[in-house]
Structures are given as structure tokens and as C-alpha cells.
């Protein structure tokens, strides 16, 4: 499961990226730095036109699907397993259609341990942007035909790294990949499915931080900071303790 995310870095530093175009109604406020995005909230996506090109927009967390009766239902989803996502009504739509990348410089998962719920940070050891995996979908509202845009991460078995905390991670597509996933007409699903595993373990870093990232309104570049900081070369997750 992903629950919380950061975007901190410039939109000129995710245009050069992930090869993109910033979109021309993007206002300061919506692209700040954020260190604890929750559901519900708006975060910055990574859509393709027709033309293939790419551009950065804002899309709300929690994928309200087209048919659903609103955001407040329980509809309201923020992860789509990618063991079911070409099968179940919410997801296979926007699946075959509406696909995006969510830029990221890390996201958090907890840890039970006997002093309470730890969160940990778990990013690239270079502490670059990468990209989450996700799935868009538009839901109109009846009475004022108001649209709101949102979005669903994909999840897939954790790797090594993240194992010993939790039992899911984003999907992480290779940049390789990135066309291929967000060609809107590219709709043979059975071509995409290969691309939601695991990423490989060797790039990543798993970090306790401050357990200020529990209340979501907490947002500071100080969340972020590693209370006890895994140098490369060290086994991941060795700082972890016991429950």
C-alpha cells in the first residue's frame, strides 16, 4: 500500500526528468514543495496527449470512478492491486485508457514496533525523482456538471528492501517503459501487465524519519529527514529493530 508521498522538487527539475511539459494553468500553490500528501488531496500527475507528448497536470488522490455516485462514497480508492487491476469494474477502464506516472522523490510505509507506529521514508539512494505507476479517471457531477479528475497508484509485492515493513510497494515502471505506459492508444493490457512488478532492490534506501509524518497536516522539509541515515553499503533495513 502507498498512503503518503512527497513531491518536493521543481517543476522545471520533473519536466527535465521525465521529459515533459509543464501545463500553462499550473499556479505556484500547485506545484509548492509537499512532504506528507494524503488521499483526497491534489498532486501533480504525468498524463500523454494523442501526440505522445507529456505533461505535468493536478489530479486528486483517490480514484472516483466514472460511474460512482461521487468522491464520499466508498468507491473512493487510493490503490489498486496490480494483481486484479485488468479485472475489477473500477480499475479496467482506465487501466486499458487512462494511465499516468506520479513523480516522487520517496513515500512512506510504518512499522509496528513496541513503542508505537514508525514511519520509514523509502527513496533512491541518489535521492532522485522517480516515477509511481497510476491510473486516472474523470467523474462529472450531476447537478452543477462540475468534473473532478482523479487518480489510483498501482501496488505490487514489496522488494527487499521494503519487505521487512510491509508487504506492497508502488509499481516503480522503468523509464524505459514510460512510453509504452502512458500511450493512450496502446490499450493491449496483456503487454502492460508485465510492467507491474516489483522494482528491482539494488537502487533503494528505507530511512526512519520523525513520526510528525503521522498527522497529515504536518508538511515540512524536516519530515523527511532521516532519524538514523543507512549509507550506501549498508543492508537495508538493518536498522529496523523488534517489535
Not at 208 to 215: A, K, L
Amino acid at each position: 500500500m502507498c498512503g503518503r508521498f512527497i513531491q518536493h522538487s521543481d517543476p522545471e527539475v520533473y519536466a527535465e526528468r521525465f521529459d515533459l511539459e509543464l501545463e500553462p494553468g499550473l499556479t505556484a500553490s500547485q506545484t509548492r514543495p509537499r512532504y506528507n500528501l494524503a488521499p483526497t488531496q491534489p498532486v501533480l500527475a504525468i498524463r500523454a496527449g494523442a501526440d505522445g507528448r507529456r505533461s505535468l497536470t493536478q489530479l486528486r488522490w483517490g480514484l472516483i470512478p466514472f460511474w460512482s455516485k461521487g468522491p464520499d462514497n466508498r468507491y473512493s480508492m487510493i490503490n489498486a492491486r496490480a494483481e486484479t487491476v485488468d479485472s475489477r469494474p473500477a480499475y479496467r477502464a482506465a487501466f486499458r485508457e487512462r494511465r499516468c506516472l506520479i513523480p516522487t522523490e520517496g513515500f512512506y510505509e510504518w512499522k509496528t514496533l513496541a513503542g508505537g507506529k514508525q514511519p520509514y521514508m523509502i527513496r533512491r539512494y541518489d535521492r532522485m525523482p522517480f516515477a509511481m505507476a497510476g491510473l486516472w479517471e474523470t467523474w462529472k457531477e450531476p447537478e452543477t456538471g462540475a468534473v473532478i479528475a482523479s487518480f489510483t497508484i498501482l501496488v505490487t509485492d514489496a522488494n527487499s528492501v521494503l519487505a521487512p515493513i510491509h508487504d506492497r510497494m508502488p509499481v516503480v515502471p522503468d523509464p524505459q517503459s514510460f512510453n509504452q505506459w502512458l500511450d493512450p492508444a496502446n490499450r493491449d493490457t496483456a503487454a502492460l501487465l508485465p510492467l507491474l512488478r516489483p522494482a528491482p532492490p539494488d537502487a533503494w534506501i528505507l530511512e526512519p524519519v520523525s513520526r510528525r509524518v503521522n498527522d497529515s497536516r504536518q508538511d515540512d522539509p524536516g519530515l523527511i529527514e532521516p532519524l538514523t541515515a543507512l549509507l550506501p553499503g549498508d543492508r537495508p533495513g538493518a536498522d529496523l529493530g523488534t517489535d
